[in-house]
């Protein structure tokens, strides 16, 4: 059973800013991408951010230059340090985690969430 526990949401001021994290346990071949999605009300989820096992990363226009995602390989757990928050920020968050599984003799690609975290940037 693989999971996904998010931690680091909150409430903070338009300026501050907030560090998410992910870690990632269970039963696991291997991790391709790991990315951070979030859902702001009446919107659809969008991709905020994520990060190949390579380390190449993609960004939201709207987060470049203030949203920061990095990943830890050995301890499977990815992490968004986000700044210059900005009201229209205010979204619930979920990692996501593409990862490679066993399935009898087979290895399977799989999609994984995360339980979402509330993030509220407000004055």
């Known amino acids: 059973q693989v999971q996904l526990v998010e931690s680091g949401g909150g409430l903070v001021q338009p300026g501050g800013s907030l560090r998410l994290s992910c870690a990632v346990s269970?039963?696991?071949?291997?991790?391709?991408?790991m990315g951070w999605y979030r859902q702001a009300p009446g919107k659809q989820r969008e991709l905020v951010a994520d990060?190949?096992?390579?380390?190449?990363?993609n960004y939201l226009d709207s987060v470049k230059g203030r949203f920061t995602i990095s990943r830890d390989n050995v301890k499977n757990t990815v992490t968004l340090q986000m700044n210059s928050l900005k009201p229209e920020d205010t979204a619930v968050y979920y990692c996501?985690?593409?990862?490679?599984?066993?399935?009898?003799?087979?290895?399977?690609?799989?999609?994984?969430w995360g339980q979402g975290t509330q993030v509220t940037v407000s004055s």
């Open positions: 269970g039963s696991i071949l291997s991790i391709n991408a």
């Open positions: 996501n985690m593409n990862g490679n599984v066993a399935s009898g003799w087979s290895v399977l690609k799989r999609d994984y």
């Open positions: 990060i190949t096992s390579g380390g190449r990363t």
